[in-house]
């Protein structure tokens, strides 16, 4: 007989502290450290300190303890003010997310200026997370209003972050490297991925990273989801460069993705006693499919055994994408997969399932929560309050769905943004 261990006769606990271990365990400040060495004759501090992103304080925090003099710009997103005091060298910029604003523009100015008035013998090291794309922005060829409409048209339409970063890079005097071309120094940069399978070029957009993509891939993204945007496709016709293919003084590392917030999370399940596999952190598409590729692993694992046997708490990391239409409710793309997952299972008449999706970035889509869980019961409290799940899926409602069931998770926001994680239990 399998032993029945017994964090899991509280799955709903576990999943939260599963998910708040991982945050704890993957913050930017510990990914950082490690690779901020003490200055030395060969290895000064650097110049320049440039950290944007959802992760940007935090990042800053680690570098300056490391180099405390070093001249830092810091972009984050509106919020309530940083409790603790910067130093007088560093300027803090609050700028618009998920939509770039008259801020973001600033920051992108900001941000250009201060890598060109650094010389070829001084260096900049440049901290990037998710959210860069919206926080640093400097329009070419449109103005930001263009920009604004065309970025979310591009969320509504269910195109992938690859493909709206493709576009953004060609509208940009900041992105797909442009950044490190204005600047004769030397430009280290550590990045925190929030792109399946962290490449470099796609997180934030790829400022300080050397980009292969052209105008002509750019317009390809506009024709696929059949998006007028006049302004854009004219300057992509225009004849303008594209974004620089090389870059020698620059250098880009990964140093916390997806997978490091699933491996924390496995091992805090794991030293629980609690068998824990990780499916991958690579998952994408249509939310409502991703529930369904999920539903069809508990069915083989419930029913047959396979390819896992029960207990066993299932993850699964990456970004789903969700494509809104004209009646649009409360929502993200962590909730929805919830909800269609509940859907899934009542279809299938699959019972006892406990679930967890939650965005490490503490919002989800629309609502102020950070995901929802998912419990046996869920259809019948939705039901004893006149709730069905099937209308507030269809009009991507999750949040008020599962607000009224008290299943919403609410973290905040985390200062974290290595993509979603998913967890199932199956006991």
Same mark, same amino acid.
């Given at each position: 007989?399998?032993? =029945?261990?017994?964090?899991?006769?509280?799955?709903?606990?576990?999943?939260?502290?599963?998910?708040?271990?991982?945050?704890?365990?993957?913050?930017?400040?510990?990914?950082?450290?490690?690779?901020?060495?003490?200055?030395?004759?060969?290895?000064?501090?650097?110049?320049?300190?440039?950290?944007?992103?959802?992760?940007?304080?935090?990042?800053?925090?680690?570098?300056?303890?490391?180099?405390?003099?070093?001249?830092?710009?810091?972009?984050?997103?509106?919020?309530?003010?940083?409790?603790?005091?910067?130093?007088?060298?560093?300027?803090?910029?609050?700028?618009?997310?998920?939509?770039?604003?008259?801020?973001?523009?600033?920051?992108?100015?900001?941000?250009?200026?201060?890598?060109?008035?650094?010389?070829?013998?001084?260096?900049?090291?440049?901290?990037?997370?998710?959210?860069?794309?919206?926080?640093?922005?400097?329009?070419?060829?449109?103005?930001?209003?263009?920009?604004?409409?065309?970025?979310?048209?591009?969320?509504?339409?269910?195109?992938?972050?690859?493909?709206?970063?493709?576009?953004?890079?060609?509208?940009?005097?900041?992105?797909?490297?442009?950044?490190?071309?204005?600047?004769?120094?030397?430009?280290?940069?550590?990045?925190?991925?929030?792109?399946?399978?962290?490449?470099?070029?796609?997180?934030?957009?790829?400022?300080?990273?050397?980009?292969?993509?052209?105008?002509?891939?750019?317009?390809?993204?506009?024709?696929?989801?059949?998006?007028?945007?006049?302004?854009?496709?004219?300057?992509?016709?225009?004849?303008?460069?594209?974004?620089?293919?090389?870059?020698?003084?620059?250098?880009?590392?990964?140093?916390?993705?997806?997978?490091?917030?699933?491996?924390?999370?496995?091992?805090?399940?794991?030293?629980?006693?609690?068998?824990?596999?990780?499916?991958?952190?690579?998952?994408?598409?249509?939310?409502?499919?991703?529930?369904? =590729?999920?539903?069809?692993?508990?069915?083989?694992?419930?029913?047959?055994?396979?390819? =896992?046997?029960?207990?066993?708490?299932?993850?699964?990391?990456?970004?789903?994408?969700?494509?809104?239409?004209?009646?649009?409710?409360?929502?993200?793309?962590?909730?929805?997969?919830?909800?269609?997952?509940?859907?899934?299972?009542?279809?299938?008449?699959?019972?006892?399932?406990?679930?967890?999706?939650?965005?490490?970035?503490?919002?989800?889509?629309?609502?102020?929560?950070?995901?929802?869980?998912?419990?046996?019961?869920?259809?019948?409290?939705?039901?004893?309050?006149?709730?069905?799940?099937?209308?507030?899926?269809?009009?991507?409602?999750?949040?008020?769905?599962?607000?009224?069931?008290?299943?919403?998770?609410?973290?905040?926001?985390?200062?974290?943004?290595?993509?979603?994680?998913?967890?199932?239990?199956?006991?």
């Amino acid at each position: 007989m399998t032993r =029945f261990p017994a964090a899991l006769h509280d799955p709903r606990a576990l999943l939260e502290g599963a998910f708040r271990h991982a945050l704890h365990a993957a913050s930017p400040g510990h990914l950082l450290a490690p690779h901020l060495t003490a200055p030395t004759a060969r290895e000064p501090a650097p110049d320049l300190i440039l950290s944007v992103g959802k992760a940007s304080v935090p990042m800053a925090r680690a570098a300056l303890n490391a180099y405390p003099d070093t001249p830092t710009l810091i972009v984050t997103p509106h919020g309530p003010p940083d409790p603790q005091p910067w130093p007088a060298q560093v300027e803090v910029i609050h700028a618009g997310h998920p939509l770039p604003d008259d801020a973001s523009v600033r920051a992108g100015h900001a941000a250009l200026t201060r890598m060109r008035a650094l010389r070829a013998d001084q260096a900049a090291l440049v901290l990037i997370s998710g959210g860069g794309s919206a926080l640093l922005c400097a329009p070419d060829g449109v103005t930001l209003a263009h920009k604004q409409a065309l970025t979310d048209a591009l969320l509504r339409s269910g195109a992938d972050i690859h493909e709206i970063n493709t576009v953004r890079k060609h509208l940009s005097s900041v992105k797909g490297g442009r950044l490190a071309q204005a600047t004769a120094a030397r430009v280290r940069t550590l990045l925190l991925s929030d792109v399946v399978g962290d490449p470099p070029g796609m997180i934030a957009s790829g400022p300080t990273t050397p980009d292969p993509t052209t105008h002509a891939d750019a317009l390809r993204v506009l024709d696929r989801y059949h998006l007028s945007a006049p302004e854009a496709r004219a300057h992509l016709t225009s004849g303008a460069p594209d974004p620089p293919a090389h870059l020698p003084r620059a250098s880009q590392q990964v140093i916390g993705s997806n997978r490091t917030l699933l491996d924390a999370a496995a091992r805090y399940l794991r030293d629980q006693g609690v068998k824990t596999v990780i499916l991958g952190d690579t998952f994408t598409g249509e939310a409502r499919a991703l529930a369904a =590729f999920h539903a069809q692993i508990i069915r083989s694992v419930q029913r047959h055994g396979t390819p =896992f046997t029960p207990p066993v708490v299932l993850l699964s990391g990456g970004e789903a994408t969700v494509t809104l239409g004209p009646d649009t409710g409360r929502g993200g793309r962590n909730q929805e997969f919830a909800l269609a997952l509940l859907t899934e299972l009542a279809r299938a008449g699959l019972p006892g399932v406990h679930a967890l999706s939650a965005g490490s970035d503490g919002r989800d889509g629309s609502s102020p929560g950070t995901g929802a869980f998912l419990t046996p019961d869920s259809l019948s409290r939705a039901a004893h309050l006149g709730l069905d799940p099937l209308r507030h899926l269809t009009r991507h409602d999750a949040h008020t769905f599962f607000q009224a069931l008290g299943d919403v998770l609410h973290t905040g926001l985390t200062g974290h943004n290595l993509n979603d994680l998913r967890a199932v239990v199956l006991p």
